[in-house]
């Protein structure tokens, strides 16, 4: 068995490929840049796996260095992408890696033959930020990753150019955040830090329960019926739902401080970021019984493994609040260096407005937190009560879906279908459609339907983010989008190509 890896590098794949590898019978081909630190790793895998790690020097970017790298393999498991921080401060990379990479691989393996079996590893920043009104969501929910975040957008338009694209076996992983040993040290030099609002609903991974989760799936003999060719939602489920001041408070308890203690109430995004709670992330663990981890057992092996990390004990929280979150503040990529900066466009798409900045609570003891509230722990058990309508009969067997159906779901994104034939459960075969703004585009029935997907044109952004006016006419988006959105907020948000940010009223809807 072959398996082809991008990103085997990075946090995920440093960790999954020699999980992958203790089954004997595999053999990895991995693509890995010419670099030194690279050649280190390479050296490591190589002494204790021998010939069964081959390596492909190359790029992601390169056609060629893909067809080596999957040409004969069994499966392509791709992880290849910059994320955040790193994501924040290099947009061009950014879409040059997660989407134009993933076009050029799905174009190798079509090439290829179109056998290989393709592993997708998307994210829960294509749905954008929930806060308690909807902090349940799942596979076919609306797709409206956060205001200048090309991460969660080129993941958007990643997927779709997969699940368009014609491939014969593929699967889409969107992942919950992460939990990496390297996570913090990564991410406690960068303003990101601030951006998780201290209510956003979390439901963590660990980075082993994500290797194995792939060892399963490449090593499952015979393969999990009705597993392929879907979108799952990856999280580690109930024990792993955390809020954002509990994940800071984790982190935090192994100094012996605290998030009230080193954090300011003002200091975080009110809104603008990504993650909720999954109520359908039980499927994959039902297929695969990968979890084996939770928050709490991987803050006990941190603290094992970074007996160093301790030493923080020594000094006092107030001494780590000066010394090391303070002059954070002034990161470009801190909430708070956009409101000391001016930056109009970061801080209503953060907070709304400057008033609602300046409204939030100095003390904590004045901050509702959602985690501190009798009945928390309940919350934590799924409540359909929660979940976002998609706009067609779901209590209908998938095979006796129609024309009518495809209607209604159409209806409630603002538009409607053009073509006047379907094949009753045929969901993979495209049907052309019709946005609000009359772009007609061909998408599977799948694509809309359970994917979350609707217009290419309108609702995918990549210089854009225009949600306020799109939610006027798309009832879709407008159930969730005004959780966290005044009705009236008419703003347009930009990015330039040199990647300056601007924020403009739409005067269209205004006069609407």
């Known amino acids: 068995m072959i398996i082809a890896l991008t990103g085997a590098g990075g946090s995920i794949g440093t960790v999954a490929v020699p999980k992958i590898l203790e089954n004997k019978e595999h053999e990895c081909r991995l693509l890995f840049r010419d670099t030194a630190e690279n050649r280190k790793k390479i050296k490591k895998l190589k002494s204790r796996f021998g010939n069964r790690v081959r390596i492909v020097f190359g790029d992601i970017s390169d056609p060629e260095s893909l067809n080596k790298l999957i040409r004969g393999c069994d499966y392509i498991i791709h992880l290849a992408a910059v994320i955040p921080p790193k994501a924040d401060h290099d947009e061009q990379l950014t879409w040059k890696t997660n989407y134009e990479g993933t076009v ?18 998307s994210s829960v920043a294509v749905y954008g930020f929930r806060n308690e009104a909807h902090y349940w969501g799942r596979v076919g929910d609306p797709l409206l990753p ?199 466009a970061r801080t209503i798409a953060a907070f709304e407005s400057m008033e609602k900045y300046k409204a939030i609570p100095e003390s904590w003891d004045e901050v509702d937190l959602v985690c501190e509230r009798e009945g928390y722990e309940e919350m934590k058990d799924h409540d359909p009560r929660y979940d976002l309508s998609h706009g067609y009969d779901e209590s209908k067997p998938e095979a006796e879906l129609d024309l009518e159906d495809m209607k209604e779901a159409a209806s409630f994104r603002g538009g409607k279908v053009m073509s006047d034939t379907m094949t009753p459960g045929d969901m993979k075969t495209k049907l052309f459609w019709q946005c609000h703004n009359g772009h007609i585009f061909a998408s599977s029935p799948y694509t809309i339907l359970k994917a979350g997907h609707w217009c290419p044109e309108c609702c995918s952004p990549k210089e854009e983010w225009n ?46």
Not at 306 to 333: A, C, E, Q, W, Y
Not at 477 to 487: I, S
């Open 104 to 121: 050029h691989l799905v174009d190798s393996i079509i090439e290829n033959g179109n056998s290989a079996k393709l592993i997708f590893f």
């Open 146 to 344: 956060s205001v200048f975040d090309a991460y969660g957008a080129s993941k958007v338009k990643a997927e779709r150019y997969i699940l368009e694209s014609g491939l014969n076996t593929w699967v889409i992983l969107r992942e919950s955040g992460v939990l990496y040993d390297s996570m913090m040290m990564k991410n406690i030099g960068d303003g990101l830090l601030f951006q998780t609002p201290v209510n956003a609903f979390i439901e963590w991974i660990t980075v082993n329960d994500t290797a194995l989760l792939l060892k399963q799936i490449v090593s499952s003999e015979p393969e999990k019926e009705g597993f392929w060719n879907n979108i799952y939602n990856i999280g580690g489920g109930r024990e792993c739902r955390e809020t954002g001041y509990e994940t800071y408070n984790d982190g935090f308890a192994l100094i012996g401080g605290s998030a009230k203690k080193i954090f300011e109430p003002n200091w975080h995004c009110q809104r603008n970021f990504h993650c909720f709670w999954f109520s359908d992330s039980e499927k994959t663990e039902e297929y695969y019984h990968f979890r084996t981890e939770t928050c709490k057992d991987f803050w006990n092996r941190f603290s094992g493994n970074h007996k160093l990390f301790r030493l923080g004990r020594l000094l006092p929280p107030s001494l780590i609040k000066t010394l090391v979150m303070k002059p954070l503040l002034k990161d470009k990529n801190a909430p708070s260096y956009w409101i000391s900066s001016g930056n109009e």
């Open 467 to 512: 949600f306020d006016a799109l939610s006027k006419h798309i009832p879709f988006f407008a159930q969730v989008w005004y959780d966290t959105h005044g009705r009236d907020e008419n703003y347009i948000y930009k990015v330039d190509e040199k990647g300056n940010l601007s924020v403009e009223k739409d005067v269209s809807e205004t006069e609407d």
